[in-house]
């Protein structure tokens, strides 16, 4: 009979434990692409961060909270055998990747190149699902506009790859909608005065 009494707790101790909470971190995905996207279209000389987040090191901090030992609190449940296990509960979102920074850097050379001369003379524009538009071609002169087009397509190519990569570098491939909604609002928040952008299907200028 006593060997029947523990069989519910049980069952309570298992399904606590395989409980995951994991959740999109809106706030730490919207730091990220600020870090990310400012980098691409400054006007700072490449290799200058302007002492910005970039160049800041990982502290002591960062790094366990990075292995998953930030700020630890014992759960007095955990001692039973019922931890809250909340994967990710402060999940960070790294952009820090080899692949993602290669992208970056491609980006923020096309943009120094060609984008940045297409956006201050009106032509180009952040659409509102994350990617470049050539939105008035006549404000190109004849010459210019194949090098833009091509740069255009490039850059589209390379938007898309990059919101793919940090969701799949952050263990989360399912998070990749979720990641591109983010960087389209901050484009456009980072977008420079005189700009153009898309807000509800219409073309606005800030």
């Not at 930030?70 to 759960?75: L, S, Y």
């Not at 909608?177 to 960087?183: L, N, P």
Request: glycine share 10%; charged share 25%; net charge neutral.
């Amino acid at each position: 009979m006593k060997r029947w009494i523990g069989m519910p707790f049980a069952a309570v101790v298992l399904t606590a434990c395989v409980t995951i909470n994991v959740y999109f971190p809106a706030a730490e995905a919207k730091e990220a692409a600020k870090e990310f996207v400012e980098k691409v279209i400054s006007e700072q000389p490449a290799g200058n961060d302007g002492g910005g987040m970039a160049l800041r090191g990982p502290s002591a901090e960062d790094a366990l909270q990075r292995l998953g030992l930030g700020r630890m609190v014992v759960d007095p449940l955990a001692l039973v055998g019922i931890g809250q296990a909340r994967a990710q509960s402060q999940p960070d979102i790294t952009i820090k990747t080899p692949a993602i920074q290669a992208i970056q850097a491609r980006m923020e050379a096309r943009f120094d190149a060609t984008l940045r001369a297409g956006f201050d003379a009106g032509a180009l524009g952040f659409s509102g699902d994350g990617l470049v538009v050539v939105r008035d071609a006549s404000k190109l002169d004849l010459k210019d506009r194949v090098a833009i087009n091509q740069a255009v397509a490039d850059d589209n190519r390379d938007r898309k790859a990059v919101y793919r990569e940090i969701a799949v570098a952050n263990g989360h491939p399912e998070w990749e909608s979720q990641i591109r909604d983010v960087f389209a609002k901050q484009w456009i928040a980072s977008a420079r005065g005189g700009w153009w952008y898309q807000s509800g299907g219409a073309w606005k200028q800030k």
